[in-house]
């Protein structure tokens, strides 16, 4: 089985920064894309950004220039830095990847999301 755990969530003031991690463990062969979601209250998730294996990258039109997102295959994270933040990135947010496990076919997984809050 595989496991995402992200950390890196809280409460920040209009401008502020944060940065979320995740981390994925278990009988992982190899991990394609990862991405950050989010969902708002009351809103549908939402892609924020994807990373491939390969290092390319998306962003939503509303976070870019504002957020970064970066991995690390040897240790089977994701990281996105989040500045400029702005009331409206208020969100539970999601880390995802699409994992090659060592047993059973390529299926994507999801942490269990993280809170964001950003206070005007």
């Known amino acids: 089985q595989v496991q995402l755990v992200e950390s890196g969530g809280g409460l920040v003031q209009t401008g502020g920064s944060l940065r979320l991690s995740c981390a994925a463990s278990?009988?992982?062969?190899?991990?394609?894309?990862m991405a950050w979601y989010r969902q708002a209250l009351g809103k549908q998730r939402e892609l924020v950004a994807l990373?491939?294996?390969?290092?390319?990258?998306n962003y939503a039109d509303s976070v870019k220039g504002r957020f970064t997102i970066s991995r690390d295959n040897a240790k089977n994270t994701v990281a996105l830095q989040m500045d400029s933040l702005k009331p409206e990135d208020t969100a539970v947010y999601y880390c995802?990847?699409?994992?090659?496990?060592?047993?059973?076919?390529?299926?994507?997984?999801w942490g269990q999301g993280t809170q964001v809050t950003i206070s005007s």
């Open positions: 995802t990847a699409v994992v090659i496990p060592v047993w059973g076919r390529i299926n994507d997984f």
């Open positions: 990373i491939t294996s390969t290092g390319s990258t």
């Open positions: 278990g009988s992982i062969r190899s991990i394609n894309t």
